[in-house]
């Protein structure tokens, strides 16, 4: 049974924590003990109705205040697949926390209230989901109950979003609409009457019938970082060595022709071992181990490639830059750079531009960056890392950058 990976988005009191416990609530999800203490908190708020958003909202603060402020994951199953959301904070100041919790993500929910319509945060939070590449968009116009489900009001909301959307959004991307009512089930498991109007499917069935887009993590160029040098210490397999990780992209296939990095030497597969099982193929997501024909110098940290795809050694980076820390980013400054499981020192040699993701206008050289702002950078990096560009290929196009001292990450990047 495959998993699929969900973001959910948009502004504060859109609903998204209420929506999530619809779905674990009508799924069956949630079990007895958690029910009735469910039951008994919503009565001492008062409550003549089971507030389901209380169920995500698990830290003290996000109950008192009645938002969210960290990522939760929640996991819940149908009889057709597993799925795992990260339930996102929508206040702008938790931007960073919105970014690293959809950095995974398939799917990306973004919630819009039928009453406000579409509002900064939520073009912030697709600008986001774009840039992360996420292929598919299902933007849920909730609280339709309070608009009376009028389908003039839904559409009015599906084309402002499309306006927007004509902006940023990539080739491939897919963007789909759904009115909803999370408070009170409406279109959220199955169809209702109150929206008879409405030709789609439910929120479930739309997420039930989605391609996880595994085929797409496969068609990019073969990566597979070397994590694990297997050597037995056995008599039988004296003159074994295998080389143990997870195939970040593309597939590797007994037979090819691969090319180490950064060394360059070149040898064939000649096995590919997944637990006790002998594969002629490894696909992306598979951990593995693959064994060569030749014993070449192959190292944790090293990365194989297929001959013909090898990526660009970069010692100079142009990426576009999440920034996640309170003290401004500016340029000069030195942080430690992780690429996969490599890290080397980096250097800021300029910031090229700010990104305002309400207009999307851009601002040459600013003096810094500050928190939850989105910009260009250019970094030089100590050892050379081999990247490719994140529209490319996402699984290779991505890094975070820690601060050398206290050693937080302090900020996402992707490649240009």
Same mark, same amino acid.
């Given at each position: 049974?495959?998993?699929?990976?969900?973001?959910?988005?948009?502004?504060?009191?859109?609903?998204?924590?209420?929506?999530?416990?619809?779905?674990?609530?009508?799924?069956?999800?949630?079990?007895?003990?958690k029910?009735?203490?469910?039951?008994a908190?919503?009565?001492?708020?008062?409550?003549?109705?089971?507030?389901?958003?209380?169920?995500?909202?698990?830290?003290?603060?996000?109950?008192?205040?009645?938002?969210?402020?960290?990522?939760?994951?929640?996991?819940?199953?149908?009889?057709?697949?597993?799925?795992?959301?990260?339930?996102?904070?929508?206040? &702008?100041?938790?931007?960073?926390?919105m970014?690293?919790?959809?950095?995974?993500?398939?799917?990306?929910?973004?919630?819009?209230?039928?009453?406000?319509? @579409?509002?900064?945060?939520?073009?912030?939070?697709?600008?986001?989901?774009?840039?992360?590449?996420?292929?598919?968009?299902?933007?849920?116009?909730?609280?339709?109950?309070?608009? +009376?489900?009028?389908?003039?009001?839904?559409?009015?909301?599906?084309?402002?979003?499309?306006d927007?959307?004509?902006?940023v959004?990539?080739?491939?991307?897919?963007?789909?609409?759904?009115?909803?009512?999370?408070?009170?089930?409406?279109?959220?498991?199955?169809?209702?009457?109150?929206?008879?109007?409405?030709?789609?499917?439910?929120?479930?069935?739309?997420?039930?019938?989605?391609?996880?887009?595994?085929?797409?993590?496969?068609?990019?160029?073969?990566?597979?970082?070397?994590?694990?040098?297997?050597r037995?210490?056995?008599?039988?397999?004296?003159?074994?060595? +295998?080389?143990?990780?997870?195939?970040?992209?593309?597939?590797?296939?007994?037979?090819?022709?691969? @090319?180490?990095?950064?060394?360059?030497?070149?040898?064939?597969?000649?096995?590919?071992?997944?637990?006790?099982?002998?594969?002629?193929?490894?696909?992306?997501?598979?951990s593995? @181990?693959?064994?060569?024909?030749?014993?070449?110098?192959?190292?944790?940290?090293?990365?194989?490639?297929?001959?013909?795809?090898?990526?660009?050694?970069?010692?100079?980076?142009?990426?576009?830059?999440?920034?996640?820390?309170?003290?401004?980013?500016?340029?000069?400054?030195?942080?430690?750079?992780?690429?996969?499981?490599?890290?080397?020192?980096?250097?800021?040699?300029?910031?090229?531009?700010?990104?305002?993701?309400?207009?999307?206008?851009?601002?040459?050289?600013?003096?810094?960056?500050?928190?939850?702002?989105? $910009? $260009?950078?250019?970094?030089?990096?100590?050892?050379?890392?081999f990247?490719d560009?994140?529209?490319?290929?996402?699984?290779? $196009?991505?890094?975070?950058?820690?601060?050398?001292?206290?050693?937080?990450t302090?900020?996402? $990047? &992707?490649?240009?």
């Open positions: 049974m495959d998993i699929l990976r969900i973001a959910t988005a948009g502004s504060v009191d859109d609903g998204k924590s209420t929506l999530i416990g619809r779905l674990l609530y009508e799924t069956q999800s949630i079990t007895r003990d029910l009735e203490a469910l039951e908190a919503s009565k001492r708020k008062g409550l003549d109705f089971l507030d389901l958003s209380l169920l995500t909202d698990g830290l003290i603060a996000e109950r008192e205040q009645g938002i969210t402020i960290d990522v939760a994951h929640i996991y819940f199953s149908t009889p057709t697949r597993k799925y795992i959301i990260a339930d996102t904070p929508g206040h &702008f100041e938790y931007t960073r926390n970014v690293t919790g959809a950095s995974n993500a398939k799917v990306s929910l973004i919630l819009v209230d039928a009453r406000h319509g @579409v509002v900064e945060q939520t073009f912030r939070h697709f600008f986001i989901s774009s840039m992360l590449r996420i292929p598919k968009v299902i933007v849920c116009v909730n609280k339709m109950d309070l608009v +009376g489900y009028s389908e003039e009001r839904f559409q009015q909301i599906k084309q402002e979003f499309q927007i959307a004509a902006k959004q990539f080739s491939g991307q897919e963007i789909e609409f759904v009115p909803i009512s999370s408070l009170y089930g409406v279109n959220i498991t199955k169809k209702s009457d109150e929206i008879s109007w409405y030709l789609g499917v439910s929120l479930l069935e739309t997420l039930e019938k989605f391609d996880d887009q595994v085929k797409t993590d496969s068609s990019h160029a073969a990566r597979f970082p070397v994590q694990y040098v297997v037995p210490k056995t008599e039988e397999y004296h003159d074994y060595r +295998g080389y143990a990780g997870r195939v970040a992209s593309g597939t590797f296939s007994v037979g090819d022709e691969i @090319v180490v990095l950064p060394t360059g030497q070149r040898s064939k597969i000649s096995s590919i071992e997944k637990f006790d099982q002998s594969l002629q193929h490894a696909h992306a997501r598979e593995v @181990v693959i064994s060569l024909e030749t014993d070449v110098d192959v190292s944790r940290g090293n990365m194989l490639v297929k001959a013909g795809e090898e990526p660009t050694q970069l010692r100079e980076i142009s990426a576009q830059v999440c920034w996640l820390d309170y003290q401004a980013l500016t340029p000069g400054k030195t942080l430690l750079l992780q690429h996969g499981i490599n890290d080397t020192k980096a250097k800021v040699l300029a910031l090229e531009e700010l990104i305002n993701v309400q207009t999307l206008e851009k601002s040459e050289n600013p003096a810094q960056l500050k928190l939850n702002e989105i $910009g $260009g950078i250019r970094l030089k990096v100590a050892k050379p890392i990247a560009t994140y529209q490319e290929n996402p699984s290779n $196009g991505a890094f975070i950058l820690i601060d050398e001292f206290s050693h937080a302090v900020g996402v $990047g &992707f490649m240009n």
